[in-house]
């Protein structure tokens, strides 16, 4: 009989001892999932923080080179594709580089409007821009300044 009972004993606390390996495991599952995905929003607001970043240089950039498209390559380093849009090229870290060793494309698109307004829309993408599917860019930025004509 005792001998019974101890095995009912051991049998019990080897029950006990599966059910809290199995809490443990379920729950070091749900902390790394948390942990990971708690990276990804990490990440994903660290670009979107440069995205913004780097767009609004580029407005301010404009704003001071005003009619002088020569400065605002020189300032970004961007270069002129013609007909008023510009391209730029940044690193992972949002360093300038070259349009071809580039990760994100700054683009400046600007237009002259009435009355001495110039419109300039503003977009941050991907390099591979192309295999995103038709994604919208990283950000995307429209401002309008006043110029007034030449005398």
Do not use: W
Not at 6 to 29: K, N, Y
Not at 60 to 85: I, Q, S, W
């Amino acid at each position: 009989m005792a001998a019974l009972r101890s095995r009912s004993r051991s049998s019990l606390f080897l029950l006990e001892m599966i059910i809290v390996i199995l809490v443990f495991a379920v729950s070091s599952a749900v902390c790394a999932s948390l942990f990971v995905s708690a990276r990804l929003a990490s990440l994903q607001s660290s670009r979107l923080t440069m995205a913004v970043g780097l767009c609004q240089n580029a407005a301010e950039c404009l704003r001071a080179a005003g009619d002088d498209p020569g400065l605002l390559e020189e300032v970004l380093g961007a270069r002129a594709l013609g007909g008023g849009v510009y391209e730029a090229g940044y690193d992972a870290d949002g360093h300038p580089a070259g349009p071809d060793g580039a990760r994100y494309l700054l683009t400046i698109a600007t237009a002259r409007g009435e009355g001495g307004l110039l419109h300039a829309a503003i977009t941050l993408d991907e390099a591979d821009g192309a295999d995103r599917d038709g994604a919208s860019p990283l950000y995307s930025l429209k401002t309008t300044q006043y110029h007034p004509s030449q005398p």
